[in-house]
């Protein structure tokens, strides 16, 4: 038995990639896709009929050229979806834009507007997940959509305060960044972390321990892996989301991965329940150097290949209407 199979014995593997040929290979049950993976998949000529089917929805939709190049964007998103959809027996998930952020208003909306998309495909409610930063407005905007059926999935999420407040407001899932994490304190040490002190790994772990010990319906998902090493210590997981490359290491190595969580390890853990009102989710947020950095980071990089999306799709345009 190779590594891959020996974990979907324990975790629900999710590829973490916009590449439908990648999720084809490694059949996982979901899949998440980002502006980044988007912009990586979108520039690939096997995907240019996605690419020309959004500018066309752009080309007939109503309002100015800003609205207009808007509706493309969430129809390219959405015809990704889609076709990830064809081919995973889960869901999806697809992420609002960056620039919302700090916009609930806006990030419900767009979240409406994504999902009357998907709807208007025949796809239904349960496949999706709308993907938003962790912010605090991001972690109100779904508390809200959750409410209506719309399920989420907070995203860039670093500290134990994002996690609690998303458990708290009833979102569906939640992905803390194994490898984000890992990134900053090594940094910060100037030197490789052994593997059991690994703080990325150390974070998922006590997020699962409390949400499992206080019985908290949210998902939690590991993302952003580095190595292999991380992924194995966090077997037991609820779901972890993995890029290919790492799924093809994984596969071609024989091995036993052994469960590393599990909700009665969880429930005996020494967590201590908190509250988290919006003055004292800013406060410990602010506290974690890691996370205030890695989320702002984060967010500006997610924007900035949005928009290079952005431009990419305009001179997509430019060529059609010269030709």
């Known amino acids: 038995m190779n590594l891959l199979e020996s974990l979907k014995r324990h975790t629900t593997v999710v590829a973490d990639t916009g590449d439908i040929d990648a999720i084809n290979q490694y059949k996982p049950q979901d899949a998440t896709t980002n502006p980044s993976l988007i912009y990586q998949a979108a520039q690939k000529p096997e995907y240019a009929e996605l690419l020309d089917d959004a500018i066309q929805h752009a080309l007939k939709s109503p309002g100015d050229r800003p ?34 952020s700090f916009d609930t208003e806006g990030t419900v909306a767009k979240a409406h507007r994504l999902m009357a998309l998907y709807e208007g495909a025949g796809i239904a409610r349960e496949r999706v997940l709308i993907k938003t930063a962790s912010t605090w407005e991001g972690i109100r905007a779904a508390r809200q959509l959750e409410q209506e059926g719309i399920h989420c999935n907070l995203t860039l999420l670093f500290s134990f ?30 030197a490789e972390i052994p593997p059991d002190q690994d703080p990325g790994v150390a974070s998922v772990t006590r997020i699962y321990n409390y949400f499992k010990k206080f019985s908290y319906p949210t998902q939690v998902m590991g993302a952003s892996f580095r190595k292999v090493d991380q992924i194995v210590r966090l077997a037991g997981c609820d779901l972890l989301t993995i890029s290919p490359d790492l799924l093809q290491q994984m596969e071609k190595t024989q091995g036993d991965v052994k469960r590393c969580l599990d909700v009665e390890t969880a429930r005996s853990s020494d967590e201590q329940k908190i509250h988290l009102d919006e003055k004292t989710f800013r406060w410990m947020h602010n506290e974690d150097a890691m996370a205030s950095e890695k ?29």
């Open 161 to 190: 305060a994002q996690a609690v407040a998303c458990a708290e407001a009833g979102v569906t899932l939640i992905s803390p960044f194994v490898g984000r994490i890992y990134d900053w304190h090594r940094k910060e040490r100037g």
């Open 67 to 100: 609205a207009r190049r808007e509706a493309g964007m969430d129809k390219l998103m959405v015809n990704f979806g889609c076709e990830i959809l064809k081919i995973v027996p889960g869901r999806v998930s697809t992420e609002v834009d960056a620039a919302l």
């Open 295 to 323: 989320l702002n980071e984060g967010i500006r990089k997610f924007n900035a290949d949005t928009r290079k999306l952005e431009q990419f799709a305009r001179t997509k345009v430019d060529s059609m209407i010269a030709a």
